[in-house]
């Protein structure tokens, strides 16, 4: 069973490859991959939250201690679980009529 178990309303899937640009003088560039393996992330919304719910979420957040620490994560899109972190700077709260909703970025690591 996944570390994060908390409720959410929507997830996306971001998928991407690292990708090196070179640009030269003349405009023109070059890309490569730095590596062939696909960088894979999720953006989670909650649902609507009350305060006391809003905490579970935070809390969770806090014992990873943002960015530092991964945890497992199973994908809604193919019920794998992944080992993640969360992204830097990616963790909002947000507070409107009467309600609060959390919303942040997950990136999977190596295990």
Do not use: W
């Amino acid at each position: 069973m996944s570390d994060f178990i908390l409720a959410r309303e929507s997830c996306e899937e971001l998928l991407d490859y690292p990708v090196i640009v070179s640009e030269f003088e003349n405009d023109t560039e070059q890309r490569r991959l730095k590596h062939a393996n696909q960088i894979l992330g999720f953006r989670i919304r909650t649902p609507i939250l009350t305060y006391d719910q809003l905490q579970d979420y935070r809390n969770f957040f806090i014992s990873k201690y943002g960015s530092l620490s991964s945890f497992t994560f199973t994908s809604p899109f193919n019920n794998t679980e992944y080992t993640v972190r969360f992204v830097a700077e990616s963790f909002r709260t947000r507070f409107e009529a009467g309600v609060y909703q959390v919303e942040f970025e997950l990136k999977v690591v190596q295990s």
